[in-house]
């Protein structure tokens, strides 16, 4: 077995950007993470590092409490599921964090997918299953339910590779539904036996 991480290893993959894995740091620093297979340096410029799905699991293995939502002035993005406790997403900087974000999946799809394709989800999205969809809705000018707000809500299901998204109104809902599609994912629409409360089943595509 590999040797784990120092600590300021560890600092620089809890500090990577949640979407696309980006590292700062020196260039000793760096490379010494790639020769540990934890990160890879972009082949085009500026050649920036980024986690390997190795480093992504080192980093999802920090506790729940300090990866899950970040501090107010951090600087770090967070993706809105929607809910009571969520805070409005509203303003220009939210905007620009939200396109920032997506553009940077897209990067990702493009360098992760075997065949570069940014038409469907990659590795990163599957295993977060909650936050990519809720980025791609975002992305899209939905707005995610808050305490203040109606809006979509994102939640996670037993069933593998799949979360269930919810919205105020039927048309709400169909119009999430083509916005998954067109984001790679394959969602369907159901009904709750007890509630009757419609929602969709949604799935990241991977042809």
């Known amino acids: 077995m590999s040797r784990p991480p120092t600590a300021a290893q560890r600092r620089l993959i809890e500090a990577a950007d949640p979407v696309t894995g980006r590292l700062h740091g020196t260039e000793a620093q760096l490379t010494a993470l790639v020769q540990r297979g934890l ?3 972009h082949p085009r410029p500026p050649h920036e590092h980024f986690l390997t799905p190795a480093g992504h699991r080192i980093r ?4 729940e409490t300090q990866t899950a939502q970040p501090a107010a002035g ?3 993005f967070a993706a809105r599921a929607g809910g009571a406790e969520e805070p409005p997403a509203d303003g220009p900087a939210r905007l620009r ?4 974000a997506w553009q ?3 990067e990702l799809r493009r360098m992760t997918n075997p065949d570069g394709a940014v038409d469907r ?3 990163w999205e599957r295993t977060h299953l ?3 969809a809720a980025l791609a809705l975002e992305a899209a000018g939905h707005r995610p339910a808050s305490s203040s707000t109606d809006g979509y809500r994102v939640r996670a299901t037993p069933q593998p590779e799949a979360v269930a998204v919810y919205a105020t109104d039927a048309q709400s809902l169909a119009a999430c539904a083509t916005t998954l599609e067109r984001a790679g994912w394959q969602p369907g629409e159901y009904t709750e036996p007890r509630t009757r409360v419609r929602y969709l089943l ?3 595509r991977r042809v």
């Open 202 to 204: 949604a799935s990241p």
């Open 130 to 132: 909650v936050r990519a």
């Open 39 to 41: 990160a890879f340096r």
């Open 121 to 123: 989800p990659c590795g």
């Open 60 to 63: 999802e293995a920090v506790p």
């Open 97 to 100: 964090e939200v396109h920032g």
């Open 74 to 76: 951090t600087g770090v």
């Open 104 to 106: 940077g999946l897209l």
